[in-house]
């Protein structure tokens, strides 16, 4: 029973373009989520997070939109750059203690 | 600067053998957590920690185990490894509230045959 679903394995974009990553969920309860970046060899890395009580919230390239009526959250990327290409995975917490539960990933592959 | 670090980062061993990988983390963090990363099931969750002495089953805990003695540590044990525990572990913490940003250490990759 998979609660948080990347239903993309893989996206390939070109550079300077935008990168939609999308992610699905079934649990209403989430009620905040979060993006992690992976490179190969390394521990996945913070990117960016939003709160169940917003619809979006930006960081510089990095925006997230929650739809939480199709309880769907997207991260996008703009412009998308060369250094952007790595395995992205979408998680959502339950409010109880800080678990996060994880998406299969979606591995971005930005070409110059 | 605070991290965490992860050992080994390569570790191969036999089916039926214990295994422990080690995590230490120098953020002064009360949770920890420990998953698996496998191809097509992204991070699944082993097992947690809120503190020291406490000590929680995760997702797919069948196998594991850990320990809490201090604040910085969190070994986690393969009790009898199977061929089914071949995978990259990632040990993670936070601080104590609840919706706080997990920092991941750079991992094990581990193959049992």
């Known amino acids: 029973d998979q609660q948080v679903k990347q239903n993309s394995p893989s996206l390939s974009v070109q550079e300077g373009r935008i990168s939609i990553l999308n992610c699905d969920y079934t649990?209403?309860?989430?009620?905040?989520f979060l993006w992690y970046k992976k490179y190969p060899a390394e521990g996945p890395t913070f990117l960016i997070s939003?709160?169940?009580?917003?619809d979006k919230n930006e960081d510089g390239r990095f925006t997230v939109f929650l739809n939480k009526s199709a309880k769907h959250l997207s991260l996008h990327i703009v412009p998308s750059q060369p250094g952007d290409s790595a395995v992205y995975f979408c998680?959502?917490?339950?409010?109880?203690?800080?678990?996060?539960?994880f998406g299969q990933g979606t591995e971005l592959s930005v070409k110059p | 600067d605070a991290e965490i670090t992860q050992s080994p980062r390569h570790k191969i061993t036999e089916t039926g053998r214990q295994v422990t990988l080690a995590c230490h983390q120098t953020?002064?963090?009360?949770?920890m957590f420990w998953y698996r990363q496998d191809l097509g099931h992204g991070l699944r969750l082993i097992h947690y920690?809120?503190?020291?002495?406490?000590?929680n089953k995760g997702e797919v805990s069948d196998g594991y185990s850990v320990s809490r003695s201090n604040t910085e540590d969190l070994p986690l044990t393969l009790e009898s490894a199977a061929s089914s525990q071949t995978s990259v572990y990632f040990c993670?913490?936070?601080?104590?509230?609840?919706?706080?940003?997990?920092?991941f250490g750079p991992g094990t990759r581990l193959l049992v045959l």
């Open positions: 649990n209403s309860m989430f009620d905040y």
């Open positions: 953020w002064n963090h009360n949770n």
């Open positions: 998680a959502a917490s339950l409010n109880q203690g800080g678990k996060l539960i």
């Open positions: 993670a913490s936070s601080e104590g509230s609840t919706w706080a940003t997990q920092y």
């Open positions: 939003i709160s169940s009580i917003k």
């Open positions: 920690s809120y503190g020291v002495q406490d000590t």
